[in-house]
């Protein structure tokens, strides 16, 4: 079976490597020359939005997904004419815009930060009187890693906020007084089987994810658990899905959700029984779906801007390396490293060791 994937960096990148050995092939269509996903496939090198190319990867693949939200909607409407598109057209829809998101999730009575939607310095003003300060201006769409955010403490933020927007529409969302922030990774399938892998707690810096690590027997689970199958229900989903929450005491306070494969859900690859991206491709093509019992404790360290020597990192026991085959560059995520142990003291160690190595690489 050929799967099509709009997108060719290192997502992409791993769920080609998770269908190896299933026997996959794979095809991607990116704009991007040296894709790090694309000595895995066929690599179709061209805009997004190109119907010779569109309708060559809808010819040569059985199934098409994407690795990231960007992807213009009416390209995934072109593409079902002919070949099934997994998740779908309406999830992407709602993921893409961060309005359109939380008004899906509160239709659901999942809760979220306070937020007001604004065009204009003056809407700015005027939500601050309801939203409150401190808060997160944000672009409505495109924004990620940090980008296209900035932090209101006080009113003399404005001007300079609403100026770094460059007069895109945005929302404003009040701040979330969080104990933690945590991620739940799900997938479904075409014939809505659903599995849940167990709370990942991040760690964020200048909004990129720092270090994610599976929670064993978390109290918050369940009531994870419970949202996330209301937004698949709600979106008839199909693959893997990320949602991210504010933990405040007892209550979770959705964040937002992305209809993918997730970073935060790396930890899964060694972390595992069956991988995140293992999972997602099971899904689309409607296959059981494995187990998500971890193995022992996991975690993920991300590597931004620069990569720790490979001899370092490596010459850490219970270590395993993620290099993504990416050109170096100020704030891009260019390789993960994953710790996995039966031992809680060796688990705190090897954390403490990565950490520290990533900090001296780190150049965001």
């Not at 040296?34 to 939005?49: F, P, R």
């Not at 815009?97 to 700015?124: C, G, H, N």
């Not at 929450?245 to 992305?258: G, P, R, S, W, Y």
Request: with cysteine; net charge negative; hydrophobic share 40%.
């Amino acid at each position: 079976m050929v799967i099509g994937i709009l997108g060719a960096g290192q997502l992409a990148r791993m769920l080609a490597l998770a269908g190896k050995p299933l026997g996959l092939k794979f095809i991607f269509l990116d704009p991007t020359p040296n894709s790090c996903a694309a000595d895995l496939g066929k690599h179709l090198l061209g805009d997004y939005t190109n119907k010779t190319l569109l309708t060559q990867l809808a010819a040569e693949a059985d199934i098409i997904t994407y690795e990231f939200e960007n992807v213009p909607v009416e390209i995934i409407d072109y593409l079902n004419q002919n070949t099934p598109v997994y998740p779908s057209a309406k999830a992407l829809l709602i993921g893409q815009d961060r309005i359109t998101e939380k008004t899906f999730l509160q239709d659901l009575d999942i809760a979220t930060a306070p937020y007001a939607p604004v065009s204009s310095l003056e809407e700015l003003q005027q939500a601050m009187s309801d939203i409150g300060y401190p808060a997160i201006l944000k672009t409505r769409r495109l924004g990620y890693d940090g980008k296209g955010q900035v932090v209101l403490q006080s009113t003399q933020d404005l001007d300079s906020a609403w100026e770094a927007m460059k007069n895109a529409p945005a929302v404003v969302e009040g701040f979330v007084p969080f104990d933690r922030e945590v991620s739940l990774i799900a997938s479904r399938s075409v014939s809505g089987e659903v599995v849940y892998y167990p709370l990942s707690e991040n760690t964020h810096h200048k909004g990129i994810l720092r270090l994610a690590k599976n929670t064993q027997n978390d109290p918050l689970q369940a009531q994870a658990e419970g949202i996330i199958n209301s937004i698949l229900t709600a979106l008839d989903y199909v693959g893997t899905i990320a949602l991210e929450l504010f933990a405040v005491d007892d209550k979770l306070i959705a964040n937002e959700f992305a209809p993918r494969v997730h970073n935060s859900g790396h930890w899964t690859i060694e972390g595992s029984e069956t991988s995140q991206f293992e999972n997602h491709l099971r899904a689309i093509m409607d296959m059981p779906l494995g187990t998500t019992n971890s193995l022992g404790y996991a975690a993920m360290q991300n590597f931004i801007g620069r990569v720790p020597a490979s001899k370092k990192l490596l010459s850490l026991s219970q270590v395993h390396l993620h290099l993504y085959d990416k050109a170096a560059r100020k704030g891009r995520k260019l390789a993960h490293a994953t710790a996995r142990t039966e031992s809680l003291e060796h688990f705190t160690d090897l954390i403490e060791s990565l950490t520290a190595l990533a900090r001296q690489s780190d150049d965001s």
